[in-house]
């Protein structure tokens, strides 16, 4: 993991005690499309629980800074630096479960060989794990992997640096395929346990 060491960050993610009145502002204006616990309800809107700190304020950051296209006026409104501290330690401490998604398992399949060769090396992990502040996937919203990939591939959001590269030459479908990959992983799988993932009843 390379977690970059801001000042900001550390101060984040140490412990701190936050007034009730914060996680209400959070809710307020975040849980209608987070969920009360980062697990978004509708398809499109992504997953928050369970990601990393880094790149949930990174995310904030880059709204707000209109680096990053967003419709949700709440985006780019922000929050106060308490209630954003709320805000991250609600969902990236959130262990709740994402639902199980439909996804297809030959575009899984084909996906996963795309993945080990394009996206795993910052994706860590099958999406668990991440190097170059890359964000979690494993798990997240198809529709939003979706979406997002196409606001990368038209210019729309900038791409991190290198991640470009990863996408050369791939197409539409290939794509998707990944993105069927990545909702299809288990959020929470212990490292290298795919194979018994597999087997477990869910
Ligand atoms: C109206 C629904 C809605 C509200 C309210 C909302 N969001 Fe979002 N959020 C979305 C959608 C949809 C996206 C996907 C990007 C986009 O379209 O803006 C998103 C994306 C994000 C992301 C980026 C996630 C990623 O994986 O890259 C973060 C972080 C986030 N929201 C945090 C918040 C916080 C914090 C609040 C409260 C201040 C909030 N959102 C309020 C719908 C919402
Ligand atoms: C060189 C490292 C790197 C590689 C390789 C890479 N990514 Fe990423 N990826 C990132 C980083 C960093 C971000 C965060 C971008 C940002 O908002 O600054 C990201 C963001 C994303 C997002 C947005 C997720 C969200 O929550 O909004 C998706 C989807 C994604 N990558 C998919 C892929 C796929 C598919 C591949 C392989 C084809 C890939 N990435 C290869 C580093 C990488």
Redesign the pocket.
């Known amino acids: 993991m390379s977690l970059r060491h801001s000042p900001v960050l550390l101060a984040l993610l140490a412990a701190f005690s936050l007034p009730a009145s914060a996680n209400d502002a959070v809710q307020a204006a975040c849980g209608r499309c987070h969920g009360a616990d980062g697990v978004a309800a509708s398809a499109g809107t992504?997953h928050l629980n369970g990601?990393h700190a880094g790149?949930l304020v990174?995310?904030m950051d880059?709204f707000r800074a209109k680096k990053?296209p967003t419709a949700v006026p709440e985006h780019q409104a922000g929050l106060k630096p308490d209630d954003l501290k709320a805000a991250v330690e609600l969902y990236a401490g959130s262990k709740s479960a994402r639902p199980k998604q439909d996804t297809n398992a030959e575009k899984v399949a084909r996906g996963e060989a795309?993945?080990g060769d394009?996206?795993?090396?910052?994706?860590l992990d099958n999406g668990r794990d991440?190097?170059?502040?890359?964000?979690f996937?494993a798990g997240?919203d198809l529709a939003?992997?979706n979406a997002?990939?196409g606001l990368?591939v038209s210019g729309k959001?900038?791409?991190?640096?290198?991640?470009d590269?990863?996408?050369k030459g791939?197409s539409a479908a290939d794509?998707e395929a990944?993105?069927h990959f990545?909702a299809s992983q288990d959020q929470f799988a212990a490292k290298g346990s795919e194979g018994k993932k597999k087997k477990k009843a869910r």
């Open positions: 992504p990601q790149y990174e995310s880059a990053r795309i993945y394009r996206c795993a090396s910052c994706h991440f190097e170059q502040e890359a964000p996937l997240q939003y992997i997002q990939n990368f959001r900038k791409f991190a640096p290198r991640q590269d990863a996408y791939l794509l990944v993105s990545f």
